[in-house]
């Protein structure tokens, strides 16, 4: 049974997300803070954290970063504000996803089974054969989940490895904005295709030079020519 951390300053949506959690069968435990969930990541193990970002003591992207440095834990992060650079900044440290308030508790399960989904299926024994895949000077080391850049090592967030991955994997293919939502982030569309703008904009800056093989398709989507 998959274990929530539900981290939120604001007891009323703890509630609410442990009695819709807890009703498709998953265990919760609860933080009122960062600090408290840095804790409780020490002492015990969790298969994905809902993490609020505007919290005393210590907010959610402080949480996230001390975290990641023991423990490799998805995180969806809650937020009231919803401009482009929070999001950008949250994906940069490596959240897997981002819910603005006020949310859907229903959309919030959606994307929690997504991410647990999406964790337990990766690397699996499809991808593992394809070993590594070089274009040029971009080499991706798919068991390893590592991808180098002219013998150098890139530093990519996980989520701008699952996209990168599914680019080569349907390479020559035109993806739409929506087919990368559902296969990459793995939930249905829910409107924000500006999720998927931000994170190509992202990986062709983690890319350098090799950005020249994600072309864009005016007014659908993206895709992977090389």
Not at 72 to 84: F, N
Not at 129 to 142: P, S, Y
Not at 159 to 188: C, H, M, P, Q, T
Request: glycine content about 8%; some cysteine; overall charge negative.
């Amino acid at each position: 049974m998959p274990k929530i951390l539900i981290v939120d300053d604001e007891k009323m949506i703890r509630n609410v997300v442990k009695e819709y959690a807890e009703f498709e069968g998953y265990e919760t435990a609860e933080a009122g803070d960062g600090m408290e969930a840095v804790e409780m990541c020490r002492r015990e193990d969790f298969d994905i954290i809902v993490m609020d970002i505007m919290m005393p003591r210590l907010d959610g992207y402080s949480a996230v970063k001390e975290i990641r440095k023991t423990k490799q834990i998805p995180v969806i992060m809650l937020s009231a504000r919803g401009e482009e650079y929070d999001k950008l900044f949250g994906f940069e440290i490596g959240v897997d996803d981002y819910v603005v308030k006020p949310f859907s508790p229903k959309e919030l399960l959606a994307r929690i089974k997504a991410v647990l989904k999406r964790g337990s299926s990766a690397g699996g024994d499809g991808d593992a054969k394809l070993e590594k895949i070089k274009f040029e000077g971009l080499e991706i080391n798919v068991a390893g989940r590592e991808v180098t850049i002219d013998g150098k090592p890139a530093q990519l967030t996980p989520k701008e490895y699952d996209l990168l991955f599914y680019l080569v994997r349907n390479k020559g293919i035109a993806l739409s904005r929506e087919k990368l939502l559902e296969e990459v982030w793995g939930y249905d569309f829910y409107g924000d295709d500006r999720t998927v703008d931000t994170h190509i904009k992202m990986l062709r800056s983690s890319l350098g030079e090799y950005r020249k093989f994600i072309v864009t398709l005016r007014g659908m989507g993206y895709k992977f020519n090389a």
